[in-house]
């Protein structure tokens, strides 16, 4: 789900003029692990959820089955061909 995270800031997005369509969108920094399963690294993350989330039916009562979550992964390449990554909030 989420791993050792560092939360750094949650917004209300409204979604069009239903209030009930509206999301909530998470920044946070995670600690994962890379392929070897060896070294981890923190990323910046970005999560969404619906808050009229009330989950699913059958396993899913009482779990999200709305929850998104991404990576952040900004970059600029300069006029040399060096790419600049901003992903750290």
């Not at 995670?30 to 060896?38: P, Q, V, W, Y």
């Not at 999560?47 to 998104?68: E, H």
Request: aromatic share 12%; glycine share 6%.
């Amino acid at each position: 789900f989420i791993s050792e995270p560092i939360f750094v800031d949650a917004h209300v997005i409204p979604d069009g003029t239903d209030p009930n369509d509206a999301k909530i969108y998470f920044f946070f920094k995670e600690r994962l692990t890379d392929n070897s399963g060896s070294t981890k690294q923190i990323h910046s993350m970005i999560a969404r959820i619906c808050p009229n989330d009330t989950g699913g039916q059958r396993s899913l009562v009482n779990k999200w089955t709305t929850f998104l979550k991404a990576r952040l992964v900004c970059s600029v390449m300069d006029e040399d061909g060096t790419e600049t990554y901003f992903d750290e909030l």
